[in-house]
Nanobody, 126 residues
Framework: QVQLVESGGGLVQAGGSLRLSCAAS????????LGWFRQAPGNKREFVAA????????YYADSVKGRFTISIDNAKNTVYLQMDSVKPEDTATYYC???????????????????WGHGTQVTVSS
């Protein structure tokens, strides 16, 4: 049973930093991609960043490129999203997701992810 548990959300001022964590358990994730998505009230869930567990290939949404960094700590089975230079428009509930992948690509459509965490709220004040 795959479990993804997010943590690290909170209130941060614009320009500040926050690090989100996603603790993954239930199986080996060596053939998985792990992604971060976010959803603000009234908006659709949108892709933020993703990483392949093996090899470390990453992909970012244009809106966060250069400000956010996704990484993996294999020893802790945890995926991180380091959020720097945050903006009020980054305010949303952030979700961690996992998907088994068989080709060297990274899924960015939320419909392609089978496993989801419950989310962690990030609020950026101006």
């Amino acid at each position: 049973q795959v479990q993804l548990v997010e943590s690290g959300g909170g209130l941060v001022q614009a320009g500040g930093s926050l690090r989100l964590s996603c603790a993954a358990s239930g199986r080996s994730f060596s053939s998985y991609a792990l992604g971060w998505f976010r959803q603000a009230p009234g908006n659709k869930r949108e892709f933020v960043a993703a990483i392949r567990w093996t090899g470390g290939m990453t992909y970012y949404a244009d809106s966060v490129k250069g400000r956010f960094t996704i990484s993996i700590d294999n020893a802790k089975n945890t995926v991180y999203l380091q959020m720097d230079s945050v903006k009020p428009e980054d305010t949303a509930t952030y979700y961690c997701a996992a998907q088994f992948v068989t080709i060297s690509s990274i899924p960015i459509d939320s419909d392609n992810y089978d496993y989801w965490g419950h989310g962690t709220q990030v609020t950026v004040s101006s």
